[in-house]
């Protein structure tokens, strides 16, 4: 009788080896998790990179092409002038399916450009807030709030 008692198992057992292997998992899941963020967050600054660098691109043509004399087609002469660019905008798209916002800060005739390129981060909320105001100042790399990445990009004509 005694050994049919040992060899029960008891539902307070179960439930503790459930436990166990649970809270075991948790403790493996979570640096691999972080690891996870980490990766996208470097993704996200290098494909920010790259943006930005587009949109650079992009400017010059539109200055090549608004001071060219000759014609150009319709659709290329109206989407591509410099007048019809703005500062501010969005393109492209972060790893969290949002898209990277992006501030002309500054360009001059000598091809020298400066962007902010940012994103809002897993939670896409941008919460940066004051990236978005053109009549703010930026002089260096910002503080990001909460989750939110970017690059300050200084581009120069090669």
Known sequence: MKNEEKQEFKSSGVL???GLVGFSAAIIATPWNRQMQDSRAEIALQKAEVVG????????EAAKNS???????????????AEN???TGLMGTDPWGMPFRYRILSSDKAGHVRILVWS????KKAETVALDNEE???????VYSGDDVGVLLSVTQN
């Not at 809002?120 to 939670?123: D, I, K, L, R, T």
């Not at 703010?136 to 910002?142: E, W």
């Open 16 to 18: 503790a080896l459930l």
């Open 53 to 60: 660098y587009q949109v650079v691109q992009i400017y010059r």
């Open 67 to 81: 001071h060219t004399s000759g014609r150009n087609p319709a659709s290329v002469e109206e989407a591509s002038t």
């Open 85 to 87: 660019l703005r500062s």
């Open 120 to 123: 809002s981060g897993p939670n």
């Open 136 to 142: 703010v100042a930026v002089t260096a790399q910002p």
